[in-house]
């Protein structure tokens, strides 16, 4: 790692990020219209920022300038509020790259490999040739595929680099199309990852294509995951969809001592003493009543009998058959709602993907529909969801990190999860003669192993008010005071203090 002389009295730390949520007001003036979010990458970059501005950090971050979703008029080649704001850029902690190809997108990322590529390369163009430059960093931190060519740039510059890998997708490009971008990468094209060990740059460049993800984590000099259990699972090689040149490197990283897991939290917004899209808001000391109100609800937006005493599993994850095991619940979802008829239990899918049409095909099979909804995603009806079940479903066969789990325990309505990556971190099986565990964890990855979750959730359910109220209780209060950002943050600030040999923050 390059040593770096100290420049200032708080080094200054760079965060590049195609994503975010929200800004502190005086980052900016136009900290209040950021919003450009597809995961939990906007969340833990948009907390990250924060906590390390409130402690007084010489923080500054680098996004895309969606105009489209920041609500600036881009009809008008420079608006009059861009324009103020870019008078104030030197003062400003807000750098936004600039390019047609980000003002009218309504999402951060398409369907379109060719658009994406574009995006990414014009994003990095604007990040490496003008945003280090003006901002003169100490320290950059990357956040997945979108920032895998800045790692290998900030070497050549001497600057340190933290790369985060939220999720393991990636695009391949040649070092022309690179160029053709904007990007000279003759300076530091031995930093990238090509598809095969490079003759040399100029045999190279036009055959033999750099994959940006593995660029990322070749080129920084120091790596997390989003979950530390993940990161040990990729690099014994658990899972088969990790591509090998992705695995090796993160070994290597972690081999060096350059690889740690630091697990997401979910949005703050995310907690039913305030969230404003629940029915009744409510507190570990009241959730019973609560609960109760929020259940009815759902329950009446969704078109489930209107029953209080009726347990209601709640699905909240995208309906990916690859990842979410949705597959495992369509295979004994008649079978869990015949077991358990008479104790009237509900299940309710508020969640998209090319698999809801089956779920939809088995309620209508079996004349379900007012025991087992099946609804779209929205965030309003989502979070009823959270505040009106008593548990939530998510038999992931791999998860790089996972907030529904986080977010249920907070609501009191505890996770019935498979043992894998960020679940295996953040769900603890209940435990109520110890007074211990979060929720209900299984091991194998089929059907058997999802029903034998919801067999001991019914068990659970079936106990007396004096034995599962305080339980709830106390997993919605160690839950909202475990996963939070401000101990995500600190993990973080960690890091940094490491490659900087020195406080991020000095009195």
Known sequence: MSEIAPKRKNPRILIVTPEITYLPTGMGNMANRMSAKAGGLA?????????????????????????????????????????????????????????RCFYYRSSVYGNDEHTNKKVALAFQREVINNIIPSVDPDLIHCNDWMTGLVPAAARRLGIPSLFTVHNIHTYNVTVEHIEDAGIDAAGFWKYLFFSRPPWNYEESRGNNPVDLLASGIFGAHFINTVSPTFLTEVCEGQHSF????????????????????????????????TDPFIEVNYTPENHITGK????????????LVQNPNAPIFFWPSRLDPVQKGCQLLSDILYKVVSKYWKE????????????????????????????????????????LGYAASDFMLMPSLFEPCGLPQ???????????VRDTGGLHDTVTHLD???????????????????????????????????????????????ST??????????????????MLHRPVVRD
């Open 43 to 99: 969340d833990v970059s948009s907390s990250l920022v924060s906590a390390l501005f409130d402690l007084g950090a010489d923080v500054h971050v680098a996004l895309p300038h969606y105009r489209r979703m920041f609500h600036v008029d881009a009809g008008r080649l420079i608006s009059d509020e861009l324009r103020a704001y870019m008078n104030k850029l030197p003062q400003a902690r807000i750098h936004l790259a600039e390019d």
């Open 432 to 478: 109520i003669s110890q007074n211990t565990g979060n929720g209900i964890v299984f091991e194998n990855y089929d059907s058997n192993g999802l029903f034998w979750g919801i067999d001991q959730a019914m068990k659970f359910y079936a106990m007396p008010p004096h034995i599962k109220v305080p339980q709830i209780a106390r997993i919605m209060k160690e």
């Open 406 to 416: 986080m977010i249920s325990s907070i609501y009191g309505s505890l996770p019935i």
């Open 242 to 273: 990790v591509p090998g040149n992705i695995r090796h490197e993160m070994l290597q990283k972690a081999n060096n001592d350059c690889a740690v897991g630091i697990t997401n939290a979910p949005d703050p917004s995310n907690n039913p003493s």
């Open 344 to 383: 009237n239990l509900q299940i309710a899918i508020v969640a998209n993907g090319a698999f809801q049409q089956v779920f939809h095909n088995i309620v209508a099979h079996h004349e379900l529909q007012d025991r087992v909804a099946v609804c779209d995603f929205t965030e309003p009806l989502s979070m």
């Open 292 to 303: 109760s109100q929020n259940k009815a609800a759902f329950q009446e937006k969704t078109g």
């Open 481 to 498: 005071a475990r996963f939070n950002h401000a101990a995500t943050a600190r993990q973080y600030f960690e890091i940094y203090e490491k």
